[in-house]
């Protein structure tokens, strides 16, 4: 359609001439209009340009975000644009960094609804989508654990759940652990990595993810580490590949938890 065209066209001038942020910030209304009333399938190229322009402009997008957001939420209940959305949710929270936090109470319950419902191979790509988004948050996302962990945990149980985003799911737990204290959590997240040791398919990326929960909580872990190596003595050793070492996990419990008393 003629809408669609323009501005696509207006779009990719925009780019390809170096257009300063300024500019580029006066695209933003004519896409979120052509967006919200496009067929789906222009509806998807669209969003995925808006969040192009949006990793263009950075913090500058920040005088539209209501525009955005109500762009957001008027599409979500169409499941066929749930990854372009949850892919332009990434940039925006990559793009305004912690300016982003005041807007996650509305946008996390639309994040944590992906996960209700039947797998499939388009909501399992959305759902690996979402991870990403939440690691992209970092810090922001610190005082929502309490609903954001209990949905990572039952993905990476979940045995109907891919291999792919079982990981990935297993993969936040790692990163976030870089960025947010997990202290008040620890046991809702190590006894059930703990659980799916006997996963070979899962059971580095978990030893990775322990590692790292071990750096962060020291001392704090040793209460762990009975459970945990009642459940290695049966597996075949994994290693902590995280540093520009390898250390076997043992060795790396050992020395925070004794290191840290000294």
Same mark, same amino acid.
Request: proline share 4%.
């Given at each position: ?11 990719? /001038?925009?780019? $390809? ?18 967006? =919200?009333? /496009? ?16 990793? &263009? ?10 525009? &955005?957001? $109500? ?8 499941? @066929? ?19 982003? =936090? +005041?807007?996650? +109470? ?18 399992? /790509? ?23 962990? +209990? ?12 291999? /792919? ?11 976030? $652990? !870089? ?7 620890? @046991? ?6 703990? !659980? ?18 071990? &750096? ?31 250390? =076997?996990?043992? @060795? ?11």
């Amino acid at each position: 359609e003629v809408r669609h065209i323009f501005a696509s066209g207006l779009f990719s /001038s925009a780019v $390809s001439s170096g257009t300063s942020a300024d500019m580029l910030l006066q695209i933003i209304p004519a896409f979120a209009a052509v967006a =919200r009333t /496009s067929l789906a399938r222009i509806q998807v190229f669209h969003l995925e340009q808006l969040a192009i322009l949006v990793g &263009i402009i950075k913090q500058h997008v920040r005088n539209h975000m209501p525009d &955005i957001f $109500s762009l957001i939420t008027d599409l979500w209940d169409n499941a @066929s644009l749930h990854l372009p959305l949850v892919s332009l949710i990434e940039a925006l929270g990559k793009a305004l960094d912690a300016e982003f =936090r +005041p807007f996650l +109470p509305e946008i996390l319950p639309l994040l944590l609804k992906v996960f209700d419902g039947e797998l499939n191979e388009k909501t399992m /790509s959305t759902q690996i989508k979402v991870f990403d988004a939440f690691l992209t948050f970092g810090t922001n996302i610190e005082e929502y654990l309490q609903l954001v962990i +209990p949905i990572i945990v039952r993905t990476y149980e979940r045995p109907d759940a891919s291999i /792919s985003l079982r990981k990935r799911a297993i993969q936040i737990i790692d990163g976030l $652990s !870089r960025k947010v204290n997990f202290s008040d959590h620890a @046991s809702r997240v190590i006894h059930p990595l703990v !659980r799916v040791l006997s996963n070979a398919e899962l059971r580095s990326t978990v030893m990775e993810t322990l590692c790292s929960l071990v &750096i962060q909580m020291g001392s704090d872990f040793a209460v762990f580490v009975p459970t945990v190596n009642k459940v290695r003595a049966v597996q075949t050793p994994a290693v902590c590949t995280s540093t520009s070492e390898s250390f =076997r996990v043992s @060795s790396v419990i050992e020395y925070r938890t004794q290191g840290t008393r000294t």
